[in-house]
Nanobody, 122 residues
Framework: QVQLVESGGGLVQAGGSLTLSCAAS????????MAWFRQTPGKEREFVAAISFNGYETNYAEFVKGRFTISRDNTKHLMFLQMNSLKPEDRAVYFCAAKTTVLVPTRGYDYWGQGTQVTVSS
């Protein structure tokens, strides 16, 4: 069973950039598709981006295409979300997630981190 810990959240001005990291321990990292989700108070958690177990395939929510980039380093058991051109509406708690699959799904993840807060000031 994999444990996930996010880091890198914080406060940034609109138009700025931030990179989130997700550190995995336990399990076999190379077996997992990884993803980022986000949630704001009163709303359901929403899919942001996902990456395949080997890093060859990615999947993005429409609202982040061209602004966010997901990546992973299987040698270090890390996943990243590079966020550029941030908007106030990107403010949320961002969660990383893992699922044993060869696909790059937008839902149905089995393991979750505790989340990291991203705040974007206008």
């Amino acid at each position: 069973q994999v444990q996930l810990v996010e880091s890198g959240g914080g406060l940034v001005q609109a138009g700025g950039s931030l990179t989130l990291s997700c550190a995995a321990s336990g399990g076999t990292f190379n077996n997992y598709a990884m993803a980022w989700f986000r949630q704001t108070p009163g709303k359901e958690r929403e899919f942001v981006a996902a990456i395949s177990f080997n890093g060859y395939e990615t999947n993005y929510a429409e609202f982040v295409k061209g602004r966010f980039t997901i990546s992973r380093d299987n040698t270090k058991h890390l996943m990243f979300l590079q966020m550029n051109s941030l908007k106030p509406e990107d403010r949320a708690v961002y969660f990383c997630a893992a699922k044993t699959t060869v696909l790059v799904p937008t839902r149905g993840y089995d393991y979750w981190g505790q989340g990291t807060q991203v705040t974007v000031s206008s």
